[in-house]
């Protein structure tokens, strides 16, 4: 019950502390799509291919584009309220409806690649910590500085000649088998050897990052009383550096893995493109391509939601770990 | 000032890693640089054959792409765009960072409160989104990747100043600087800028390293400028020939790497250099 209550706080303190922050990012996307080149009533006028100035004019008084600055901001939030984000002529169907369809295959990509960073780089950094200043440590830190140092799109190309076009081991591209109607172990296992190669290029960057953050923390663990107090009982290092070491190494990570989120959904948008993965980045390369800008700032819009959604849970999940920060506020 | 800073120098050049990624920078700024001499003539002209491959021909040793451009030119002239945005951006981002954050960072309350939220909505949204939704806005050209990457890549500077600047502002010989009357900015630029110079020219090599990165990453897709060759659109046109010629695609995303590579072994070596007592991978 009293975990409830300071939880609840914590949501209700994180929820008031976004708010300002929530309100700037829609007026930047307002002002952005102030600025794009054309507004929905030219796009819709392309698209049919003609028109003439009074059926412009009537779009416009239709979509209340002839209105006031302060009146368009308005309408716009009042339309974000009804989760209505826009039109898109091009596909013929809302955005938020495109947005809906596309968002599943992006969260599995970045899910799966977060899953396989965070398990090799911890893997990694705890060997580090291990052999400090000793040759496992020196090779795994020049391996990490190439990882964080290689485009994530280029090495998933390379990825795709050497295991699709060489050895012909996983698909090109694509998010599954097409025709094959699969359900339960099947369909996992077809949706995994689609993802396995845009995850690990995603990944890569983000192993570099949590094998060094590992290695520094655990150092920084390890070097505290309670694991001297631990040895001096005579515990197994085997228990030390998991009961006692990782436990606390991995509070940091927690917070730098939520605050990743962002940076892998801009990576998951190029990754999409290399491999032709029907996600939101696929999508916003598709509305740049088409100069579709509802589509490309709706798409803006909910993955900064979705930051904000993910730094709340991470709050939340960083209160309910440790209670020094529930006893702190 | 400059007896402080040469021993760092001479421990960035006794450092192996870091003096190796300083070589290779100097030797590719050399090759663009002096690109228009080397390889006069649009990179973007059809010289030879198409699809020789690397070492078919020793008149172009890394061969030609499918309209038979010369991929050793394109690289030439490829690292002008990728070097000139990514320094250009970085520095611009630092620029921008410097003044709002130590803005933040001097002023405190409300100015304080005001840039903080503006830091939050910048690192709230996801940065390569942004980018991409600001490039295709005002169109794809350097200038505008230029300004676009700077823009989203200022708030690690703003935070990471402004942190140092509240962290000294009340130390003595700032408040004896305040009380003889300087003003403001003589104060910001004489007596609190030279403190955090050792973190910032350390932010800002790793930061162009990040800008290439950005900057090959928007070319491939498309939105870099479409009148000037860089590593990124080469890969972009080149992976239409993976299956057959996949050296178009594994050269210039080589030179990319190695450059960030050396980028982030500079910034790697500036850190040891500045912080000589430090661990060098807890940061």
């Known amino acids: 019950m009293k975990i409830?209550?300071?939880?609840?706080?914590?949501?209700?303190?994180?929820?008031?502390?976004?708010?300002?922050?929530?309100?700037?990012?829609?007026?930047?996307?307002?002002?952005?799509?102030?600025?794009?080149?054309?507004?929905?009533?030219?796009?819709?006028?392309?698209?049919?291919?003609?028109?003439?100035?009074?059926?412009?004019?009537?779009?416009?008084?239709?979509?209340?584009?002839?209105?006031?600055?302060?009146?368009?901001?308005?309408?716009?939030?009042?339309?974000?309220?009804?989760?209505?984000?826009?039109?898109?002529?091009?596909?013929?169907?809302?955005?938020?409806?495109?947005?809906?369809?596309?968002?599943?295959?992006?969260?599995?990509l970045m899910l799966l690649a977060l899953l396989f960073s965070l398990l090799l780089g911890i893997a990694l950094g705890m060997l580090m910590a291990r052999w400090q200043g000793r040759w496992p440590d020196r090779v795994l830190y020049v391996c990490s500085q190439f990882f964080y140092s290689v485009p994530g799109f280029w090495i998933g190309l390379m990825l795709i000649v050497v295991f699709s076009v060489k050895l012909g081991w996983l698909p090109t591209g694509g998010s599954g088998t097409i025709g094959a109607d699969l359900h339960g172990w099947p369909a996992l296992f077809d949706t995994l050897r689609f993802m396995a190669l845009p995850a690990s290029s995603l990944a890569l960057i983000y192993i570099a990052i949590y094998a060094r953050l590992t290695r520094a923390s655990m150092l920084e663990a390890g070097a505290q009383d309670y694991v001297r107090t631990a040895e001096a009982?005579?515990?197994?290092?085997?228990?030390?550096?998991?009961?006692?070491?990782?436990?606390?190494?991995?509070?940091?990570?927690?917070?730098?893995?939520?605050?990743?989120?962002?940076?892998?959904?801009?990576?998951?948008?190029?990754?999409?493109?290399v491999f032709s993965l029907p996600g939101l980045g696929r999508l916003a390369y598709d509305a740049v391509m088409a100069r579709d800008y509802n589509v490309l700032l709706g798409i803006l819009l909910i993955s900064s939601l979705l930051v904000i959604i993910t730094n709340v849970l991470v709050d939340l999940l960083q209160t309910w770990l440790d209670p020094r920060i529930r006893s702190r506020r | 000032m400059n007896a402080r800073r040469s021993p760092a120098l001479r421990r960035l050049l006794r450092n192996p890693t870091a003096l190796a990624g300083l070589i290779f920078l100097i030797a590719i700024t050399l090759l663009a640089v002096f690109a228009p001499l080397l390889y006069p003539g649009d990179p973007?002209?059809?010289?030879?054959?198409?699809?020789?491959?690397?070492?078919?021909?020793?008149?172009?040793?890394?061969?030609?792409?499918?309209?038979?451009?010369?991929?050793?030119?394109?690289?030439?002239?490829?690292?002008?765009?990728?070097?000139?945005?990514?320094?250009?951006?970085?520095?611009?981002?630092?620029?921008?960072?410097?003044?709002?954050?130590?803005?933040?960072?001097y002023f405190g309350g409300k100015v304080d409160y005001g840039l903080q939220r503006l830091i939050e909505i910048f690192q709230t949204m996801p940065s390569f989104v942004l980018l991409v939704a600001l490039v295709a806005i005002v169109q794809p050209s350097v200038p505008t990747l230029i300004f676009a990457i700077g823009i989203i890549s200022w708030p690690t500077v703003a935070r990471l100043v402004r942190a140092e600047v509240r962290s000294i502002r009340e130390r003595e010989y700032i408040l004896a600087a305040r009380s003889v009357g300087y003003s403001h900015l003589r104060i910001i630029a004489h007596e609190v800028l030279p403190n955090i110079l050792p973190t910032l020219i350390v932010t800002a090599s790793i930061m162009v390293a990040s800008a290439v990165l950005m900057e090959s990453a928007l070319s491939f897709m498309g939105l870099g400028d479409p009148n000037q060759v860089s590593w990124g659109s080469m890969i972009g046109s080149g992976r239409e020939q993976i299956r057959t010629a996949w050296y178009l695609t594994a050269i210039p995303g080589l030179a990319i790497f190695l450059t960030v590579l050396a980028f982030n072994l500079i910034g790697d070596g500036l850190t040891d250099a500045f912080n000589p007592t430090r661990d060098r991978a807890s940061k």
């Open chain 1, 4 to 108: 409830l209550l300071t939880l609840g706080g914590a949501l209700w303190r994180a929820l008031l502390h976004t708010l300002p922050t929530l309100l700037g990012i829609l007026l930047i996307n307002f002002l952005l799509l102030q600025l794009a080149p054309g507004d929905a009533a030219d796009v819709m006028a392309g698209e049919s291919g003609s028109a003439t100035q009074e059926s412009l004019a009537a779009l416009r008084s239709q979509f209340g584009l002839d209105q006031s600055i302060p009146m368009q901001l308005w309408h716009y939030l009042s339309n974000l309220a009804h989760f209505n984000l826009g039109y898109s002529p091009r596909y013929g169907a809302s955005v938020q409806a495109l947005i809906g369809q596309r968002l599943g295959t992006t969260l599995t």
């Open chain 1, 233 to 273: 009982k005579g515990l197994s290092p085997w228990a030390i550096t998991f009961k006692h070491v990782l436990r606390n190494a991995l509070l940091p990570i927690t917070t730098m893995a939520g605050l990743h989120f962002g940076g892998m959904l801009g990576g998951a948008v190029v990754i999409e493109t």
């Open chain 2, 44 to 105: 973007l002209g059809m010289e030879a054959d198409a699809l020789l491959w690397p070492g078919q021909d020793w008149h172009y040793p890394l061969g030609t792409d499918a309209l038979g451009r010369d991929v050793m030119a394109g690289v030439v002239h490829g690292g002008r765009v990728s070097l000139q945005v990514g320094i250009l951006a970085s520095l611009f981002g630092v620029l921008l960072g410097l003044a709002i954050g130590a803005v933040a960072g």
